[in-house]
């Protein structure tokens, strides 16, 4: 079994930053892929960025200059700094990890998500 465990939102004035975190656990080999999806009331969850155990990383247009994913291997952890922070980016965040267990199976995990808000 793996838990994701993600922590950092909240509300936040327009212009402003948040760094997300999320940190993983349980029966986990290697994690391979880690990702922040977002969905926004109404909305389709989508990509915000992806990064792989080597360090590759995946924007989505709209925060590209603005977010940064970066990894912590040692901590199973993941994060998402949000700077210049805009109304729109107003959703629900979710980490995804793609992972190979202890018993060799390749699972997909998702957090349980974390609101940030930015006000205008």
């Known amino acids: 079994q793996v838990q994701l465990v993600e922590s950092g939102g909240g509300l936040v004035q327009a212009g402003g930053s948040l760094r997300l975190s999320c940190a993983a656990s349980g029966s986990i080999a290697r994690i391979n892929v880690m990702a922040w999806y977002r969905q926004a009331p109404g909305k389709q969850r989508d990509l915000v960025a992806a990064?792989?155990?080597?360090?590759?990383?995946n924007y989505a247009d709209s925060v590209t200059g603005r977010f940064t994913i970066s990894i912590e291997n040692a901590k199973n952890t993941v994060y998402l700094q949000m700077n210049s922070l805009k109304p729109e980016d107003t959703a629900v965040y979710y980490c995804r990890f793609e992972v190979t267990t202890i018993d060799y199976r390749g699972m997909d995990y998702w957090g349980k998500g974390t609101l940030v808000t930015v006000s205008s």
């Open positions: 990064i792989t155990r080597g360090g590759s990383t």
